[in-house]
């Protein structure tokens, strides 16, 4: 009997071609956010908010990708971005090797920022990198207040917390104060944006944080 | 402007039932069968895996992922040893160090959250234990 070292990261292959992902989108100066959130957290709807306040200040692309339909895509595409959708299978979460395919049909030259929407998920997509240059965490109010601690993964890596659906909280049990206590436990410093995307509140606040960041890149 | 569509074809269906374990399990074997290749006839017994607290894994959904993902590959029937690596971080303010249980980033010495984290993300494949067969006698491993 022999024992072979190794000391491999297990998902080593993946983060090669993640790897080769970040090369292409920084060399084409894009910064690139993957959006991960539950289902009905809100991805695309905070996508749909975001778009149009993007015209004319900052180009840029959609990834897709679901375990199945082009349904978020088309919603995408009605303001006229250019989109891209990847379907899984019962794939949950969206793999480098399918964002890697999905750039070569995307104008790279003509955008500043590629936003992908990874598939509703909380963990899966939290342990694998697609060669992103954030993570954004999108929550919302009637998942409950105590998330940050339960996925700590997503938490303590994301750059900036989205919590959707705050005109909700007069409605539900969710404390605003204890879950930026559960998230500042996990990740002290990172911005968080409370916003409605059914009323719009607070949206704009988190648009500006999003075109500053790629102003300083 | 139309919708490009692509599509994950390989593993997609086994994968629907514990996805988070799955997916490491499979990624898994495929790196047991790239050093079983390395040693031609060789049986796999065992392999040893580091996993961080932070990536709330399973271990028995592991091994059971791991068991079918094996299925019909040179991993096939092997021992599957899990260690797990506690969270560990340093505070940046007093410089204590700490080991904690739940994802929580407080050094609770000063209670900063201004801190670095050491360990607990690992999701490694430590060692495979090997049995040579007859016909490949490696010089390394006498």
Known sequence: MAKIPVLQNILEANEAIAGQVRQRLERAGIIAYNFIGAPGAG??????????????????????????????????????????QINTGSGCHVPAHLVLLALDSLPLERIRLLAIENVGNLICPAELDIGESGKIAVISVTEGDDKPQKYPML????????????????HT???????????????????????????????????????????RE | MFIRAFRRVAGADRSAAFMHEYAIAEALVEQIERVAREHPGCTVRSAVVAIGGLRRIVPDILRFGFEIAAADSAAA??????????????????????????????????????VTALSGDELMLKSVDIEDGQDSGSPEHP
């Open chain 2, 77 to 114: 029937g092997a021992d599957l040893v899990i260690e797990h690596v506690p969270i560990r971080f340093r505070c940046n303010g007093c410089n204590a160090e700490s080991v904690v249980d739940e994802a929580i980033y407080l050094c609770p010495a000063c209670g900063s959250g201004d």
């Open chain 1, 43 to 84: 991805k695309t709807s905070l996508l749909e908010q975001t778009l149009p306040r993007l015209r004319d200040r900052l180009p840029a692309a959609v990834i897709e990708a679901d375990c199945a339909t082009a349904r978020d895509a088309e919603r995408i595409k009605a303001f006229g971005v250019e989109v891209v």
């Open chain 1, 155 to 170: 938490f303590r890596q994301c750059c900036a917390v989205v919590l959707n659906k705050v005109d909700l909280i007069p």
């Open chain 1, 173 to 215: 049990d969710f404390r605003r104060e204890r879950f930026e206590n559960d998230l500042r436990a996990v990740n002290a410093g990172v911005p968080l944006f409370g916003i409605s995307c059914r009323t719009g509140e607070g949206v704009d606040a988190w648009v500006e944080w999003l075109i500053g960041q790629t102003a």
